[in-house]
Structure formats: C-alpha cells, structure tokens
C-alpha cells in the first residue's frame, strides 16, 4: 500500500475513535459534541483534499521534437493575429457608419 492509502485509513480510523467518543458522550455535551464533530469534518476535509492533491499531476509535453512544438506555435499565433485582423476591420467599418449619423445631426443643428 501507498503513504497516501495508509495515511488515509489511519484518519479514517482516528475519525471512527472520535465517533465512538461522541456516541459514550450523554446529551448534556452538546458542545464537545459538535467541537467534535467539527473537528473530525476538519480532518476529514484536510485528508480529502490533500488525497486530491495526491493525484494531481503536472501536464506532460506533446511534443518530442522542439521545432515542431515551435511551428505549431507561430501556426496557432498566426491563426490568432488573422482574426484579430479581421475584428479590427469589423470594428472600423461600424465606427464609419456610426459616425454618418453624428454628421447628420451635427448638419441639422448647424
């Protein structure tokens, strides 16, 4: 078995001692009940995460060869500079047709 699995189970098992510690407890404690109780939510929470953590890994590489992971590089920066170009031009277009109105108006008023 692995850190991660033992260390698992020794918090599953500290949570089940402080559940029979609860259940020996009368109905006069309700505090150290839910002190408790929100301790072992604590350390159930912390184990999950950190278990989550576990098994995270970082990204591996796609590429074995550098200078095909620097072509599709300038592939992918190219394709982005194209339609930035072409929004440029949709945003230039609509600036001319608002301003015709604004000559209008500016015409009537004059």
């Known amino acids: 078995m692995n850190k991660t699995h033992n ?3 020794a918090s599953l ?4 001692d ?3 510690a609860v259940e020996k407890m009368g ?3 309700r505090k150290a009940r839910a002190l408790v109780l929100g301790s072992l939510s604590a350390v159930c929470m912390f184990v ?3 278990f989550g953590y576990s098994r995270w890994s ?5 590429f074995t ?3 095909m992971a620097y072509a599709q590089v300038e592939q ?12 440029n031009e949709l945003v230039r277009e609509a600036g001319d047709k608002l301003d015709k109105p604004k000559e209008m108006i500016e015409k009537m008023i004059r």
């Open 13 to 16: 098992e500290t949570m089940l």
């Open 58 to 62: 970082a990204p591996e590489d796609t």
């Open 65 to 67: 060869d550098p200078e």
């Open 27 to 29: 109905r006069e404690d």
């Open 18 to 20: 402080g559940m029979n």
């Open 48 to 50: 999950a995460i950190g």
């Open 7 to 9: 260390d698992f189970e």
């Open 76 to 87: 992918s920066l190219e394709e982005i500079f194209v339609r930035m170009s072409k929004s």
